[in-house]
């Protein structure tokens, strides 16, 4: 007899308004459906443990953004994300990849910023806490600019 699942649409979550993330959110699939300026703030330290995950896929494109934050965005001793994102254009058929960099700690997905940023439908990123003041992130940003460069996709808050 094979396994049985029940109830696994509770693990989708649809996130119209600012939300902070939980530690009962762990894999979770959340997705982003506002018109309107949306933050996610991912747990602090104090809150989860490393392996806690969450996925954010954009189903409405948002031109005035949805940025997912660290719970902790302080540059000394925050938390920051490690990893990349794909950048792929919907218009070229390429893409390359956003690298984060020392003290990132914010994903922007905004699909009114084709030149630097990103997150037309489809575009998603999924964020698994590492260690201590760490998140790995991965994922695929869709943008309309065949020129884009990413660069305001993933940023230093602080």
């Known amino acids: 007899m094979g396994r049985v699942f029940f ?3 509770e693990n989708i979550h649809s996130i119209t308004a600012d939300y902070t993330c939980i530690d009962s959110d762990s894999g979770k699939l959340f997705t982003l459906n506002s018109t309107s300026a949306t933050a996610i703030t991912l747990p602090t330290d104090a809150n989860v443990t490393a392996g806690w995950t969450a996925t954010f896929v954009v189903e409405t494109a948002n031109n005035n953004a949805y940025t997912i934050k660290t719970g902790d965005i302080a540059d000394s001793g925050g938390d920051d994300f490690v990893g990349g994102l794909a950048y792929l254009t919907t218009t070229a058929g390429f893409g390359h990849s956003i690298v984060c960099a020392a003290n990132d700690n ?3 997905l905004d699909a009114n910023d084709a030149s630097n940023g ?5 575009s998603w990123v999924k964020v698994t806490k590492l260690a201590s003041n760490e998140w790995m992130i991965s994922g695929q940003l869709f943008v309309s ?3 884009g460069t990413g660069a305001a996709s993933i940023t230093n808050a602080d």
Do not use: E, F, K, P
């Open 118 to 122: 990103g997150g037309l439908v489809g």
């Open 7 to 9: 109830n696994t649409r």
């Open 106 to 108: 914010t994903i922007t």
């Open 145 to 147: 600019d065949a020129d």
